[in-house]
């Protein structure tokens, strides 16, 4: 007879063939294991019952045998009294480990085990390499207690309350029923508490009130970054306290690509107003924003930024920027000296700053150029044009152009109300058509760059407010929009190398950072 052969690919593919009760028995194993653990976890863990914690009723039980117990030879009264002291040993669980009785805490001697015989939380504590895990008192597991210990407190709840148009901080209070008299407390409590006088309709007051309607805790966003707290005080009545968030300082980057106008796309990348103009101040000496920008000239900026839980909560200082201007690049880095002096230079060390504003009026336009040859509009004939006029709304400020000594402030025939500052015995500037000069200004007071020297009117021989404005070299007039103005003083040699450390970081941030913000908007 010839028989099949078990080849090894089918032990393989199929295993050692099992009788029946072998595979029962395969299958039972793990099962009975996991039982036997399971129970042995149990067994462990689980907390003694304290020997005081027990019935009045097992106590009297352990006393009776207890008693019953001993030599026939001793009397009643030995019995009664062995008894008792063994009764009370095991109750309170304080044994004399040299004593003759110490045995006997876990068996009575006719061998029947007592309540405190068998604790397996006090053997567990025993085996583990740890302090014990079991009050013996309680049976609570220590761990637990210890977490509801540390645990902090339930934080109250707070109805919130919107400030609405018209509000009054009575109408408010009473929305979160809190009586009149309450509020007059809180609003008199401090001089902190003024703050709330500054609300807006939007505004969200924060109340924690109890149940017998006594306010607890009052909170208010004051900004972003201060936090008022009134808070009920049991001697004191109200106490009150500002919380100031702490804000990480961050250098980040902005850039983006001029379509429509520089103050969009701008604010596309995440500039602010005040960002935007101090940009425009930094570049206002190397090109005309109003005529100079083109549609895809590129910008880039590193500033600095406050966060708060990785929020942007408020924008800084310009660190360095950069301007590209059709086929011209300008870039400014931001240096301070060691005497406090701040500016903002090439990466050469050239000062961007010149000695001269083009533009002594902000957005203003050009309403007369520079022109020897021009019909005068009130006069009716030709005759020169030795100045720039910039048209602009009656009462706008007028600045310096550059720092100098006032030579002049008064009325000078036909210019009207007229201001004449001469600067480093070479250059002077004329100012005309005011509608009144600054306050303080006097013959030979001394002024600053960009300092406000009056505003603009008609004063004068002129058709509308503007203001008139000249420059002179050596007593030469020039055209101010055109002329080759003198630059500030640039970084001395001596000055370079802490220049170059003290730029260096910003301004490969410039370049990297600029390069990946503008491809990445090219992607979108």
């Given at each position: 007879m010839q028989g099949t052969r078990l080849t090894d690919l089918d032990f393989k593919l199929d295993g050692p063939r099992l009788s029946q009760r072998d595979r029962f028995r395969k299958r039972l194993t793990p099962i009975f294991y996991g039982i036997v653990l399971i129970g042995l976890v149990i067994g462990l863990a689980r907390a003694p019952l304290p020997a005081n914690l027990l019935p009045d009723d097992t106590s009297t039980e352990t006393r009776e045998r207890t008693a019953s117990t001993g030599s026939d030879n001793q009397t009643t009264d030995k019995t009664d009294k062995s008894a008792t002291e063994q009764a009370e040993k095991t109750t309170t669980g304080k044994i004399d480990p040299d004593s003759d009785t110490a045995?006997?805490?876990?068996?009575?001697?006719?061998?029947?085990?007592?309540?405190?015989?068998?604790?397996?939380?006090?053997?567990?504590?025993?085996?583990?390499?740890?302090?014990?895990?079991?009050?013996?008192?309680?049976g609570e597991l220590l761990v637990f207690r210890r977490i509801m210990e540390l645990a902090p407190e339930q934080e109250p709840e707070f109805q919130t309350v919107t400030v609405r148009s018209g509000d009054t901080l009575a109408a408010i209070f009473s929305r979160a029923g809190i009586s009149a008299q309450e509020t007059h407390r809180v609003v008199n409590a401090d001089e902190r508490v003024?703050?709330?006088?500054?609300?807006?309709?939007?505004?969200?007051?924060?109340?924690?009130?109890?149940?017998?309607?006594?306010?607890?805790?009052?909170?208010?966003?004051?900004?972003?970054?201060?936090?008022?707290?009134?808070?009920?005080?049991?001697?004191?009545?109200?106490?009150?306290?500002?919380?100031?968030?702490?804000?990480?300082?961050?250098?980040?980057?902005?850039?983006?690509?001029?379509d429509r106008s520089l103050f969009v796309s701008a604010r596309r990348a995440g500039l602010n107003q005040r960002q935007i103009m101090q940009f425009m101040s930094i570049f206002e000496w190397q090109l005309d924003f109003n005529r100079d920008i083109r549609q895809g000239d590129t910008f880039s900026v590193v500033y600095e930024a406050e966060f708060l839980d990785d929020e942007q909560v408020s924008a800084g200082r310009i660190l360095a920027a950069k301007l590209v201007n059709g086929n011209r690049r300008h870039t400014a880095l931001r240096f301070e000296q060691e005497d406090g002096t701040v500016g903002y230079y090439g990466a050469d060390g050239e000062n961007l700053r010149k000695a001269f504003i083009r533009r002594p009026v902000q957005n203003a336009r050009i309403s007369s150029g520079f022109d020897r040859n021009r019909m005068h509009p009130v006069l009716g004939k030709r005759r020169p044009h030795l100045g720039t006029d910039f048209a602009a709304p009656t009462g706008t400020p007028i600045m310096a152009a550059g720092a100098g000594r006032v030579i002049h402030v008064g009325r000078k025939g036909g210019y009207g109300h007229t201001v004449i500052i001469e600067h480093n015995n070479r250059y002077r500037t004329?100012?005309?058509?005011?509608?009144?000069?600054?306050?303080?200004?006097?013959?030979?007071?001394?002024v600053e760059q960009g300092e406000v020297i009056g505003y603009v009117g008609r004063s004068g021989m002129a058709t509308g407010p503007h203001l008139?404005?000249?420059?002179?070299?050596?007593?030469?007039?020039?055209?101010?929009?055109?002329?080759?103005?003198?630059?500030?003083?640039?970084?001395?040699?001596?000055?370079?190398?802490?220049?170059?450390?003290?730029?260096?970081?910003?301004?490969?941030q410039l370049q990297d950072g600029a390069e990946t913000q503008l491809a990445m908007r090219d992607d979108d």
């Open positions: 045995d006997t805490r876990q068996t009575d001697q006719d061998g029947t085990g007592t309540a405190a015989a068998w604790q397996p939380g006090m053997f567990l504590d025993a085996m583990l390499p740890m302090p014990n895990l079991h009050d013996g008192a309680t003024r703050g709330l006088r500054r609300i807006y309709p939007g505004d969200e007051l924060l109340f924690h009130v109890d149940d017998e309607g006594n306010l607890q805790t009052l909170r208010y966003a004051m900004d972003s970054v201060r936090t008022l707290v009134v808070e009920r005080h049991p001697e004191d009545g109200f106490t009150t306290r500002i919380v100031e968030e702490v804000l990480e300082t961050r250098v980040v980057e902005a850039a983006g690509t001029i004329l100012y005309a058509h005011m509608s009144r000069y600054a306050s303080g200004l006097s013959n030979g007071s001394r008139h404005y000249e420059f002179l070299v050596e007593g030469n007039h020039y055209d101010p929009m055109s002329v080759d103005l003198p630059t500030g003083e640039s970084i001395p040699a001596g000055k370079m190398t802490a220049f170059r450390q003290q730029t260096a970081g910003v301004l490969a």
